[in-house]
């Protein structure tokens, strides 16, 4: 089975996917963790961002895999190197959306997600998984929550990484992601026709999850 979630930076997506992967013991696969791995090679190489040829080059010659640990957590390796804590920076945040809205970065990125997806069950989260990268999932998610929400949880992600970044740069940085996101001609983001809408903004990550998992075995 094919889970496929959907939805803005901040609303939870993420999270909501590894836990419901734990407890359906399925492989979770964070697609956004993919494009912040090529993000951190683009720099680490300093390749300049609007060098789409060369962007386009590194994905098609990196190798980036998705494993899950023994308690849960994913592990992200770039060229068999580990990076799941150097993608979390945020200088890969900044650049992460004008990468991915690439439409070459997209295909390649796609190919891989469907590689790791087809084989076995898998829980997915990203921007277009439910209506680009597997439309005929068994079930889709677009999981959503207010802006102001949105802010303040990956403004408390950001200060839980030890990183010191005003509220109101994490509010600018969102709403410039949404707009990218959102807006890109490649694969932007929105709701599949055929995908449950679910509102976290009033809920904690416990009753999602429950939700969530209401709709799947319902």
Request: glycine residues 6%.
């Amino acid at each position: 089975m094919i889970i496929a979630i959907d939805g803005p930076a901040g609303a939870g997506k993420s999270t909501v996917a590894k836990l419901l992967a734990e407890k359906l013991k399925f492989l979770y696969i964070d697609t956004g963790a993919m494009y912040r791995a090529l993000t951190l090679k683009v720099l680490e190489t300093n390749t300049d961002i609007a060098n789409t040829a060369k962007i386009i080059e590194l994905a098609a010659n990196s190798s980036i895999s998705l494993s899950n640990n023994p308690d849960g957590t994913l592990k992200v390796l770039l060229d068999g190197r580990e990076v799941t804590s150097d993608i979390r920076q945020p200088r890969i945040t900044q650049f992460v959306s004008e990468i991915a809205k690439i439409k070459e970065v997209r295909e390649v990125m796609v190919e891989l997600q469907r590689k790791l997806g087809s084989q076995g069950n898998a829980v997915l989260d990203g921007r277009d998984i439910g209506t680009v990268v597997f439309p005929g999932a068994e079930k889709k998610f677009y999981i959503d929550a207010q802006f102001k929400e949105r802010v303040r949880r990956r403004h408390k992600e950001s200060k839980e990484l030890g990183q010191r970044l005003a509220f109101e740069d994490v509010s600018a940085d969102l709403a410039n992601r949404d707009k990218i996101d959102s807006e890109r001609a490649v694969a932007p983001l929105k709701q599949a026709d055929d995908a449950v809408y679910v509102d976290t903004t009033r809920l904690n990550i416990e009753e999602v999850v429950s939700k969530v998992l209401g709709f799947i075995n319902g």
